[in-house]
C-alpha cells in the first residue's frame, strides 16, 4: 500500500506551501509566533493576577466588613452612639460600597449586582455623608474636643476602637472646604497632615491636604503660616498649578501688610500643629451660641446650692385623681423659677419599647415653622426624626430620635405675638405648658439646656420634665427659650406633650395680672 508523508512532512520537504499557509514558510516567521504566544501567556497572567488580586480586595473587604457587621449588629444602638461609627457608617454605605460595587462591575456578578440594586435604595447619600461630617464638627464645637482626640475615638466613657484614618479626616476637612467653612478645614487638613507625618498609610496625596490647609489658613487671615505651608507644597511639587502662583501672592500681600503697619519683617511662621484655639470660630446666626454651648458642657449652671437646699421632692396625686391614689407619681424640683419638676417613673420600659415600635417606622427629619411664611422646613439647627403617634397612653405624642450631633438649638416652645397664626389650623391655641419624655439614656451630651437662666436638665430613661411656657394671663415666658445639645454618645429619644390653651380654662383659669 502507497503512503503519503504527512501534510507537515510534506510543507518541510517541498519548502513551499500555498499562499493561505505561508506563515509556514519561514522557521524565523514562526519564531514571531513563539514570541507573540509569550506576550499572550503574560497578558494571561496579567488578566488572572488583576482578576485575583479583584478577588483578594473583595475578600478583604468582606472580612473587614464581616467583622465591623458582627460587632455592630450586636448593640446596633450602642454602636452608633459612637458618632464616629455612625460618621463612618454613612461614609461607607454612600462611597466606599460604591467603590465595591464598581471593582465587582469589572465583572459582572449578577447576585451581587441584584442584591446591590435591591438595598441602594435605602443607601444614604451624598447629602447624609454631608451632614454625618458636619455632625462631627457641631460636637468638635460644642463640647471643645481637638481633632486628635476625635480621630483617636477618644470620647466620654467610650471605649471602642472607633478611629479616624488619614483619608477620613481629608473628607472631613474637604467636606468643611467646600461649605466655605475654613476654620473645620483647617482643623481637618491639620489632623490628615498629622496622621500622615506619623507615617499612617493614605490615599491622598500630601499635596492635595497642604493646597486645601494652606489656603484655608489663608481664608483664616494667618497669611505667615499659608505661607509655610504653600512653601512645603511647593517643595514636595514644584509643578503644582496652584502652589506657585499662591506662595507669590500671599507673599505679595504680606508684604504691603507690612509696609502698611511700617514694619520690617516678621518672624516666620513654625511648623508646628495648629491646636484647637489657634483660631477663632467665626460668629454665627445664633446671639447666645457661647451660653448655651457651655451649658451643654455643664459649665455655668446658675443653680447655687443655696437655691437647690430649697428644691423638694414629693409624691403627687393630681388633686386626689382616682388612679394616681394608689400610685401617686414622684415629683422632684429641677429649678425654681420659672418652676420645672422632674417625674419618676413616667414612663415604663415596656411602655417605652412600645412607643419605639410604633415610631420607628414612620420617623421622617424634624421640621420648623418658618416664623415669616408659617410654612414647615427642615432646619440644619434641628436635627433629628420625629413623628407624631397616639401612645398607649392615649396622649397624643410626638417622638424624636437623636441621632449623631443630633440637637435642637434656643427655641420656644410657644408662639409669640409676631406669630398670631402659628396654631390656627390645628384649633388648639397656644402652647401653655411643656411635658418632656425622656426615653432613654444618654452617655454623653444630650441635655436640655435653658440659656436665660442657666439651667441644664440631663435624660434619664423613663423620667419627664414639666414646664409652663404661659403665664396665667397668656402671655410668653421668655425665660423658657431652651435647646437639646448635641447628643455626644448615646442615642436620644424624647416624646414631647405640649398642652395647648385649648380644654385648660377650668384647670388652669386666667390670671389678672400680665405675668403671674
Known amino acids: 500500500m502507497r503512503k503519503y508523508p504527512s501534510l507537515l512532512s510534506l510543507a518541510l520537504v517541498c519548502?513551499?506551501?500555498?499562499?493561505?499557509?505561508?506563515?509556514?514558510?519561514?522557521?524565523?516567521?514562526?519564531?514571531?509566533?513563539?514570541?507573540?504566544?509569550?506576550?499572550?501567556v503574560q497578558s494571561l497572567k496579567e488578566y488572572i493576577k488583576a482578576e485575583e488580586s479583584k478577588l483578594d480586595a473583595v475578600k478583604s473587604w468582606a472580612n473587614k466588613l464581616d467583622v465591623l457587621t458582627r460587632v455592630s449588629t450586636l448593640d446596633p444602638e450602642g454602636y452608633l452612639a459612637h458618632p464616629v461609627n455612625a460618621y463612618k457608617l454613612m461614609k461607607r454605605l454612600n462611597t466606599e460600597w460604591s467603590e465595591l460595587e464598581s471593582l465587582v462591575l469589572q465583572d459582572p456578578s449578577d447576585g451581587f449586582i441584584s442584591n446591590m440594586t435591591v438595598h441602594r435604595q435605602y443607601f444614604p447619600d451624598q447629602?447624609?455623608?454631608?451632614?454625618?461630617?458636619?455632625?462631627?464638627?457641631?460636637?468638635?464645637?460644642?463640647?471643645?474636643?481637638?481633632?486628635?482626640?476625635?480621630?483617636?475615638?477618644?470620647?466620654?466613657?467610650?471605649?471602642?476602637?472607633?478611629?479616624?484614618t488619614v483619608d477620613d479626616c481629608y473628607d472631613m476637612g474637604k467636606t468643611a472646604y467646600n461649605e466655605a467653612d475654613y476654620y473645620h478645614a483647617v482643623l481637618w487638613m491639620q489632623?490628615?497632615?498629622?496622621?500622615?507625618?506619623?507615617?499612617?498609610?493614605?490615599?491622598?496625596?500630601?499635596?492635595?491636604?497642604?493646597?486645601?490647609?494652606?489656603?484655608?489658613?489663608?481664608?483664616?487671615?494667618?497669611?505667615?503660616?499659608?505661607?509655610?505651608?504653600?512653601?512645603?507644597?511647593?517643595?514636595?511639587?514644584?509643578?503644582?498649578?496652584?502652589?506657585?502662583?499662591?506662595?507669590?501672592?500671599?507673599?505679595?500681600?504680606?508684604?504691603?501688610?507690612?509696609?502698611?503697619?511700617?514694619?520690617?519683617?516678621?518672624?516666620?511662621?513654625?511648623?508646628?500643629p495648629i491646636q484647637l484655639g489657634t483660631y477663632k470660630r467665626p460668629n454665627d446666626y445664633l446671639p447666645e451660641r457661647e451660653i448655651y454651648e457651655a451649658l451643654c458642657r455643664g459649665e455655668g449652671v446658675k443653680m447655687t446650692t443655696e437655691r437647690r437646699s430649697r428644691l423638694y421632692c414629693r409624691y403627687h396625686d393630681g388633686n386626689r385623681n382616682p388612679r394616681l391614689l394608689l400610685q401617686p407619681m414622684k415629683e422632684e424640683d429641677e429649678w425654681d423659677s420659672p418652676h420645672i419638676v422632674r417625674y419618676l417613673n413616667a414612663l415604663s420600659d415596656q411602655e417605652i419599647e412600645k412607643i419605639k415600635e410604633l415610631a420607628k417606622p414612620r420617623l421622617a427629619r424634624a421640621t420648623v415653622r418658618d416664623p415669616i411664611t408659617g410654612v414647615l422646613t427642615t432646619a440644619n439647627y434641628r436635627v433629628s426624626k420625629r413623628n407624631p403617634i397616639t401612645s398607649t397612653l392615649c396622649l397624643t405624642k410626638q417622638i424624636?430620635?437623636?441621632?449623631?450631633?443630633?440637637?435642637?438649638?434656643?427655641?420656644?416652645?410657644?408662639?409669640?405675638?409676631?406669630?398670631?397664626?402659628?396654631?390656627?389650623?390645628?384649633?388648639?391655641?397656644?402652647?401653655?405648658?411643656?411635658?418632656?419624655?425622656?426615653?432613654?439614656?444618654?452617655?454623653?451630651?444630650?441635655?436640655?439646656?435653658?440659656?436665660?437662666?442657666?439651667?441644664?436638665?440631663?435624660?434619664?430613661?423613663?423620667?419627664?420634665?414639666?414646664?409652663?411656657?404661659?403665664?396665667?394671663?397668656?402671655?410668653?415666658?421668655y425665660r423658657t427659650r431652651h435647646a437639646a445639645c448635641p447628643v455626644l454618645v448615646g442615642s436620644k429619644w424624647v416624646s414631647n406633650k405640649w398642652i395647648h390653651e385649648r380644654g385648660q380654662e377650668f384647670r388652669r383659669p386666667c390670671g389678672l395680672t400680665e405675668v403671674d
Not at 506563515?23 to 507573540?36: A, C, E, N
Not at 454625618?132 to 466620654?156: C, H, I, N, V
Not at 389650623?425 to 440659656?451: C, K
Request: a negative charge; aromatic letters at 10%.
Open 400 to 477: 424624636a430620635n437623636y441621632g449623631v450631633g443630633g440637637q435642637y438649638e434656643p427655641h420656644f416652645d410657644f408662639s409669640r405675638k409676631e406669630e398670631p397664626d402659628a396654631f390656627k389650623t390645628l384649633g388648639t391655641g397656644n402652647r401653655v405648658a411643656t411635658f418632656l419624655n425622656y426615653m432613654s439614656d444618654v452617655e454623653a451630651g444630650g441635655a436640655t439646656v435653658f440659656p436665660d437662666f442657666g439651667a441644664a436638665i440631663y435624660p434619664k430613661k423613663g423620667t419627664a420634665v414639666f414646664w409652663y411656657n404661659l403665664f396665667r394671663s397668656g402671655e410668653g415666658d
Open 191 to 272: 489632623q490628615a497632615l498629622r496622621q500622615m507625618d506619623a507615617g499612617e498609610e493614605h490615599v491622598v496625596s500630601k499635596a492635595d491636604v497642604l493646597d486645601y490647609l494652606s489656603y484655608s489658613v489663608y481664608q483664616m487671615g494667618d497669611l505667615p503660616r499659608a505661607i509655610e505651608l504653600t512653601r512645603r507644597l511647593v517643595a514636595i511639587d514644584s509643578s503644582h498649578q496652584r502652589a506657585g502662583g499662591n506662595l507669590r501672592y500671599f507673599e505679595k500681600l504680606l508684604s504691603k501688610q507690612l509696609n502698611e503697619l511700617n514694619q520690617e519683617g516678621q518672624e516666620p511662621a513654625t511648623e508646628e
Open 15 to 40: 519548502g513551499c506551501w500555498s499562499v493561505q499557509a505561508e506563515v509556514f514558510t519561514s522557521i524565523g516567521q514562526m519564531t514571531d509566533l513563539i514570541y507573540t504566544e509569550k506576550e499572550l
Open 127 to 164: 447629602e447624609d455623608e454631608k451632614g454625618a461630617a458636619k455632625a462631627l464638627m457641631r460636637l468638635q464645637d460644642t463640647y471643645k474636643l481637638d481633632s486628635e482626640s476625635f480621630a483617636r475615638g477618644k470620647l466620654p466613657g467610650m471605649h471602642h476602637n472607633a478611629i479616624l
